[in-house]
């Protein structure tokens, strides 16, 4: 199956900052990549599909970047409701799979 | 807007049958596949599998065949059963849709709708 790195792990930044998270496929993905937001006791929330496309009502603060092994989600001007939990998953292969997450932490 | 709706027991005896149901609302069954996806503690987000109104399945290889998935047309649901289930199962289940819909086309794979998710802990 394939792999999803993300790194870092936590991210320590304040509000106004900009966030740049990382995903890391051990094969190539194409562009069949997607990234998530995760409050605490709420579903997850589609952010970014094919790797670059916001989903619907998504802020454009949100941005991704990226094709093949390697994917930026990039948050400008960190919002104090967008200190959370970032998932990037690809749906190029089966299983379809997740990375482990980054925490975005107010510092 | 379609919503999903998820119900099931919190608490499962190993070796015992997980059983959740997720009912559709603000949109037909029939109009997309309908995904299962777990958090565990220790592995994150797995993708467990999903399902289609007509039963064609697909589930993760490393739930081996402890997965049954079913769909209720006629009262807009689907189901999930894990069977044998450990300590290691013990995780927040979420259903979801399975198609992303937008002006631009439609995204096989990417879950725009969730359910609430349900913690389902495996103890005796």
């Known amino acids: 199956e394939i792999v999803l790195t993300q790194s870092p792990g936590t991210l320590s930044l304040s509000p106004g900052e900009r966030a740049t998270l990382s995903c890391r496929a051990s094969q190539s993905v194409g562009t069949y990549l997607a990234w998530y937001q995760h409050k605490p006791g709420q579903a997850p929330r589609l952010l970014i599909y094919?790797?670059?496309n916001r989903a619907t009502g998504i802020p454009a603060r949100f941005s991704g970047s990226g094709s093949g092994t390697d994917f930026t989600l990039t948050i400008n001007s960190l919002e104090p409701e967008d200190f959370t939990v970032y998932y990037c998953?690809?749906?190029?292969?089966?299983?379809?799979?997740f990375g482990q997450g980054t925490k975005v932490e107010i510092k | 807007q379609v919503q999903l709706q998820q119900s099931g027991p919190g608490l499962v005896k190993p070796s015992e049958t997980l059983s959740l149901t997720c009912a559709v609302s603000g949109g037909s069954i029939n109009s997309d596949y309908w995904s299962w996806i777990r958090q565990t503690p220790g592995k994150g987000l797995e993708w467990i599998g999903y399902i289609h109104y007509t039963g064609t399945t697909k589930h993760n290889p490393s739930l081996k065949s402890r997965v049954t998935m079913s769909v209720d047309t006629s009262k807009n649901l689907f189901s999930l059963k894990l069977t044998s289930v450990t300590a290691a199962d013990t995780a927040v289940y979420y259903c979801?849709?399975?198609?992303?819909?937008?002006?631009?086309?439609?995204?096989?794979?990417?879950?725009?709708?969730w359910g609430q998710g349900t913690l389902v802990t495996v103890s005796s």
């Open positions: 979801a849709s399975t198609t992303y819909y937008d002006a631009s086309g439609s995204y096989f794979g990417c879950h725009q709708h």
């Open positions: 998953q690809q749906r190029s292969d089966w299983p379809w799979t």
């Open positions: 094919n790797a670059s």
